[in-house]
């Protein structure tokens, strides 16, 4: 079929697309060689012109929609990057299937979530199942080396590939498993757990976090599982290969080291002697800030490791020593180096570093290592520079020591890592005869970023030879395929990478050189990089970089890939210090003396701080140590032939987007991958042949209604099958015909689809109109005879309905009547009684309202009464208080009015004498009665003292709950007794007081008049002189006149002298009756204490 009759107007066709990488449209009008463009209509974006220059320029056309969503990519009839595109996408996206067949290749799209698709029963369902009876799946794959190991006796490989989060550890996981399901025995069993055992253990010490997957194997690994000749498991071994050793010391951001140490920091309360911290205070686990995994808990995860290391056979010493290890490689993370003035013995001072005295680091490692801290310490500052003749030892700078110490922590974690390999292939060796095995290999896929380093060179090597052995293959089973089937066949033209790989291991090639540039004494990456513009110009693959002179350019299979030269010599050479080496293997911890034993005789290290040198004799010729890139070559070669002496089976892994969600595949990074692992290149050797093939049978039932019925012979298929491809397909070299198949061309049977569509539209137009006429007339017959015979059954039915009613109506007269009957008196009863029912709760309920109301009245009165008694005494005791009050101040006013009196009274002499005499000595006794009032007040204060000691006493030999409250209720009243007797002699003390005060007033008043009566004395003298001198003047007759006056004075004084003595004597009555109250007062408060102390 020409190109013309294949691009007519309709025609679906593929077209570029930025984001979606292929979208699909259809053809507007129909293509002709003289046109230069084409139109057509996009599905989201409307109508688009195509420049079409050639035939080449023309768009690829899609596939029938039988087609889409096959289970294999080669029985797609257009064979090309859209096809392929589209496929995986509707099988991922809509059928949710993961798995797809591309040939002899299953592609496996990682769908980031858990399925239910690896039981036992899906194990059992594949298990004897031809590859292609059921739906993809890498049980598949695995049921097919299973069964041509026991059918070809020949030994099988699983070659898992893909870039990082696809999914390879888990798919080989699951291969691994299968083969321990399918492969196992009953005496065995303890073989299969062991297999199985290896898994965490290796994701522990290989695996990390990256940015592309949570769990990235960082290391590739051959598994070999053994199986004897009943083809049961009795064995395993592994090899691994490029573990990167620069994660241990570095990490990018939102990157983890391995899983171990953090699982390690997790339990480190389990195991306080590692002298572990918080993940985040390690130099080696904080630098990529991403301390945590979603939904991973490392405690439990080390919990499982532990496990898996106990079911291998690893010792609780042996797993006690591992972990010092890994935590003394912590450790030496956090030394830290600082500046210092070395001395040397010819007394000059050099540059250099050294560590802090009080490092607590350096310390826990040696410990945890059983090595000399002091050697340690000296030989991560210094190192050792052998010449022919001399030893110079030499200070190492700040950044030289952190590489060194960084060298040794990568050289340490590689050596624990090689060496749990060994035990864990120790453990799964058994004393059984090795008959076959089934290899699964998990290493790298392709990879290329923003800067490639030496990592990324020996891992696309790696590819460049895996994708080699995988078209050779695939090449040679076409070629199987077509001999087998006997047609004709031309040499299929496919990519062959033998000259890139030529370009890196040839002689004179990028890993020769690198080799000879390592064995240089200063060589550097820069002169290294010069060699190769200069040697590797002639290779085709080869090209130097556009910008800069440190990068150079490697042509791949899947990309061109720009390489930085920076750090390749170092990586390659992969040194360490000799003397830190030295310093771990004479430690006294037997695994690390043998991780790091060599059988050449040991330098013995020097523990002294000065830099010293000394002459030597002739070091022995030491055979040079290989190289990273020699090493790596040799096992990729070993690797090569164990995979070349077995049967491969290819699991290509996808990763669908970069953002980890299920179910979402993102077209763009989706091509990178088949790109880069080789399925469009498997595609187009496919496209290249026949990559359609049908079987006679299949073809003959499918596409027999292309040829009249005249020709179709049923007894023979092969006859019939080519009548219909002479009429159809005019180019016979379009398809060819084998011994059980017919083998197509791309888009052949795209075209017989097309073919096979118009011809059944045309057969379906004239079927369905002597259909649609039959149809017609049946459904009238069947109307007319239907409608007859419901109008029968109809009048009948009415009848009967009609007479049904009137029995009904009778009958429910009968039934009326008798219920209305029956609901009369019903009711009638159900009213009597709600009748009855309410009067007496009605009645119930009035008595009980008079009987509270008399209730009340009662309780009011009780209330009223106590109420009026209380208000009336607290009227009566107020009215009382009032009158003392009253009282008091009546006497007040009366005392100030007779000692006014007193005043007056008190200006005679001899009455003044006398009663300042009297007064004296009524002071004097009520002084003396002050005191002793004040003796028996000190002594009432010690009966109360005494009276507070009882109650302590009381309170602390109290028994009984009802005795206490018995006791507290006539205490409080007695302190209330007590307390108002105190407020009475308060208020008596007050009154006396009083007195006192008053007495005092009068003592100074009786002063003031007696000082009053003096001067009058003297001036009574002064006259009664003046007098008798005047007498003595006057004579006789002025004698009488004075006596007569004398007499009167005499008479006043005496009368003064009366009413001062009856205001005394008032006053001393008033006293006696202040002190008989305050006497009462006493005997009461006696009587009070007296009662308190009984009680």
Request: glycine share 4%; with cysteine.
């Amino acid at each position: 079929m020409t190109t013309v009759e294949l691009y007519t107007k309709g025609a679906k066709v593929w077209i570029p697309h930025p984001e979606e990488v292929w979208q699909g449209a259809e053809l507007l009008e129909d293509y002709s060689p003289s046109r230069e463009s084409l139109e057509v209509q996009t599905e989201t974006h409307g109508k688009k012109c195509l420049k079409i220059k050639s035939d080449s320029d023309l768009p690829p056309l899609r596939n029938p929609s039988i087609l889409i969503g096959e289970n294999d990519l080669t029985s797609l009839s257009y064979l090309h990057e859209p096809a392929v595109l589209y496929n995986l996408q509707v099988r991922f996206c809509q059928q949710k299937a993961i798995y797809t067949y591309c040939g002899i290749v299953l592609v496996a799209i990682n769908p980031y979530d858990d399925l239910s698709i690896y039981g036992t029963d899906t194990i059992q369902a594949y298990r004897g199942q031809a590859m292609g009876d059921l739906d993809p799946h890498i049980f598949a794959v695995s049921e097919e080396a299973y069964t041509k190991l026991e059918r070809e006796q020949r030994d099988q490989s699983i070659i898992v590939s893909g870039e990082s989060g696809a999914g390879k550890t888990v798919s080989a996981k699951y291969a691994m498993r299968y083969f321990a399901t399918v492969g196992g025995s009953s005496t065995e069993t303890q073989v299969e757990k062991k297999v199985l055992a290896s898994s965490p253990i290796m994701e522990a010490i290989g695996n990390a976090k990256t940015t592309r997957n949570d769990n990235s194997s960082r290391f590739g690994k051959y598994i070999e599982i053994q199986f004897n000749s009943h083809f049961h498991i009795i064995g395993a071994s592994m090899r691994t290969y490029l573990l990167e050793k620069s994660r241990v010391v570095f990490q990018a951001p939102d990157e983890r080291n391995y899983h171990i140490f953090y699982q390690l920091c997790a339990a480190r309360k389990s195991m306080p002697h590692l002298n572990l911290d918080h993940q985040d205070t390690f130099h080696y686990l904080n630098q990529g800030t991403s301390a945590t995994i979603d939904c991973v808990d490392d405690a439990e995860t080390f919990k499982e490791t532990s496990n898996a290391l106990t079911t291998l056979g690893f010792s609780d010493k042996e797993q006690n020593d591992m972990f010092k290890i890994l935590a003394s490689v912590l450790h030496l993370g956090n030394i830290k180096f600082k500046d210092a003035i070395i001395e040397t013995e010819n007394q000059q001072d050099q540059e250099g570093v050294m560590i802090a005295n009080n490092d607590k680091h350096i310390t826990v490692m040696a410990e945890l290592l059983q090595i000399n801290a002091e050697e340690l310490r000296q030989w991560l500052c210094i190192r050792k520079i052998v010449s022919m003749r001399e030893i110079f030892l030499k200070p190492m700078s700040k950044e030289q020591a952190v590489m060194s110490r960084d060298a040794l922590a990568k050289h340490v974690y590689a050596q624990l890592f090689n060496w749990i390999v060994t035990v864990i292939n120790k453990a799964l060796v058994t004393s059984g005869h090795r008959h076959k095995f089934i290899g699964v290999l998990d290493i790298y896929g392709f990879e290329t970023f923003e800067i490639n380093s030496f990592e990324q060179f020996c891992i696309n090597y790696a590819n460049e030879k895996l994708q080699q052995q995988f078209n050779q293959h695939v090449f040679k089973l076409e070629q199987e395929e077509y001999i087998k089937e006997e047609i004709e066949w031309k040499m299929i033209d496919f990519y062959d990478n033998q000259p890139c790989i030529d370009l890196i291991e040839s002689k004179l090639g990028i890993l020769d050189l690198l080799d000879e540039e390592c064995r240089m004494p200063k060589g550097t990456d820069r002169t290294w990089t010069e060699k190769l513009y200069t040697k590797c110009a002639k290779y085709s693959h080869f090209a130097k970089a556009k910008f800069g002179t440190s990068a150079f350019i490697v042509e791949h299979f899947a990309d061109n890939v720009q390489y930085e030269s920076s750090g390749f010599l170092e990586k390659n050479r992969d040194t360490v210090i000799e003397e830190q080496v030295d310093v771990l293997r004479s430690s006294q911890n037997k695994l690390v003396h043998k991780l790091f034993y060599d059988e050449e005789k040991l330098q013995p290290t020097s523990g002294r701080l000065k830099i010293v040198s000394a002459k030597a004799a002739p070091a022995p010729q030491k055979s040079h140590k290989k190289s990273v890139g020699s090493q790596f070559r040799e096992s990729l070669s070993a690797l090569m032939l164990t995979l070349n002496a077995t049967t491969p089976h290819y699991v290509r892994c996808i990763k669908p987007n970069d953002s980890k969600q299920p179910f979402e595949y993102n077209p763009t990074r989706a091509v990178q991958q088949l790109r880069a692992c080789g399925v469009l290149e498997t595609i187009r050797i496919s496209a290249a042949g026949f990559p359609s093939r049908w079987t006679y049978g299949d073809f003959f039932v499918r596409y027999r209604v292309l040829c009249l019925s005249k020709d179709v012979k049923r007894n023979d298929w092969k006859t019939t099958c080519a009548n219909i491809l002479s009429k159809c397909i005019r180019q016979p070299d379009r398809y060819q015909f084998g011994k059980t198949k017919i083998f197509f061309r791309a888009g052949q049977v795209a075209y017989l689809e097309k073919l096979r569509a118009e011809k059944l539209r045309r057969c379906c137009v004239i079927v369905q109109s002597q259909i649609r006429a039959f149809i017609c007339r049946s459904k009238y017959i069947k109307v007319q005879k239907s409608t007859r015979l419901l109008q029968r059954h109809g009048r009948g039915l009415l009848a009967r309905r009609r007479a049904q009613q009137i029995r009904r109506q009778r009958a429910a007269v009968r039934l009326q009547k008798h219920v209305r009957g029956w609901l009369c008196k019903t009711r009638y009863r159900r009213l009597v009684r709600c009748a009855l029912g309410l009067q007496s709760r009605a009645r119930g309920y009035l008595a009980r309202l008079a009987f509270q109301r008399l209730r009340f009245n009662a309780a009011a009165t009780v209330i009223q009464r106590h109420a009026r008694g209380f208000l009336a005494r607290k009227r009566c005791a107020r009215n009382v208080q009032r009158i003392v009050i009253c009282q008091s101040a009546v006497r007040r006013f009366l005392a100030r009015r007779k000692y006014r009196k007193l005043r007056a009274e008190a200006r005679s002499i001899e009455h003044v004498k006398k009663l300042n005499k009297g007064l004296e000595n009524k002071i004097i006794s009520l002084q003396q009665k002050i005191g002793e009032l004040t003796k028996e007040m000190n002594l009432y204060r010690n009966a109360q003292h005494e009276v507070g000691e009882l109650k302590t006493k009381l309170d602390a030999y109290k028994g009984t709950e009802t005795e206490m409250k018995k006791l507290n209720s006539a205490l409080n009243e007695k302190n209330k007794q007590i307390a108002a007797l105190e407020k009475n002699l308060e208020t008596e003390r007050d009154e006396k007081m009083d007195l006192i005060e008053e007495q005092e007033k009068y003592k100074t008043a009786a002063l003031a008049e007696k000082a009053f009566r003096d001067e009058e004395m003297s001036k009574l003298r002064l006259e009664l002189d003046n007098m008798n001198e005047i007498v003595k003047t006057n004579q006789q007759g002025a004698e009488e006149k004075l006596k007569t006056r004398l007499a009167q004075e005499k008479l006043l004084l005496i009368n003064e002298q009366d009413q001062d003595r009856d205001a005394y004597q008032k006053l001393l009555q008033e006293y006696n009756a202040l002190e008989q109250r305050c006497e009462a007062l006493e005997r009461q408060m006696e009587i009070a204490s007296e009662d308190v102390g009984y009680d």
